[in-house]
């Protein structure tokens, strides 16, 4: 089985690593030091070389208690963290977020996979994107 987006395509015959880039100031697993371009993308290319075949981007925060992140600053982290990874490495893109702007922007700028963790309340913007929809538990 294959999964196919942005003109490529992901083998799901054996497993793959996910390497998780946080660009958030809060972030809870990370401490918050991947949150300028720069050191993003060094990010990015540690776990690429270390055998991530996906990076997911995350822009907010899922911590118990952490603030909500308006629309304007979640694109301005994520977006241009996505377009440099989508440029310099052939890499799957999974942006972790369930605003349908940064679902839209993500998808324009090389986003492979939209990682939900609030399950995709806006399903029917994915599906106008004609992005495949995947449910894994």
Do not use: C
Request: charged share 20%; glycine share 6%.
């Amino acid at each position: 089985m294959k999964l196919f987006a942005q003109g490529t395509s992901l083998d799901l015959s054996h497993p793959h690593v996910m390497g998780i880039l946080n660009v958030t100031p809060d972030s809870f697993s990370d401490g918050g030091t991947h949150n300028s371009l720069i050191d993003a993308v060094k990010h990015a290319n540690l776990m690429i070389n270390a055998g991530a075949t996906i990076i997911d981007v995350g822009g907010e925060s899922t911590r118990p208690g952490a603030a909500e992140v308006s629309v304007e600053e979640e694109l301005q982290r994520v977006i241009p963290v996505v377009e440099a990874i989508a440029q310099r490495f052939e890499v799957w893109i999974s942006v972790d977020t369930s605003k349908p702007e940064v679902i839209r922007e993500s998808a324009k700028v090389g986003a492979h996979i939209i990682n939900d963790i609030r399950s995709l309340p806006n399903l029917a913007l994915w599906r106008r994107l004609q992005k495949p929809v995947y449910r894994f538990v």
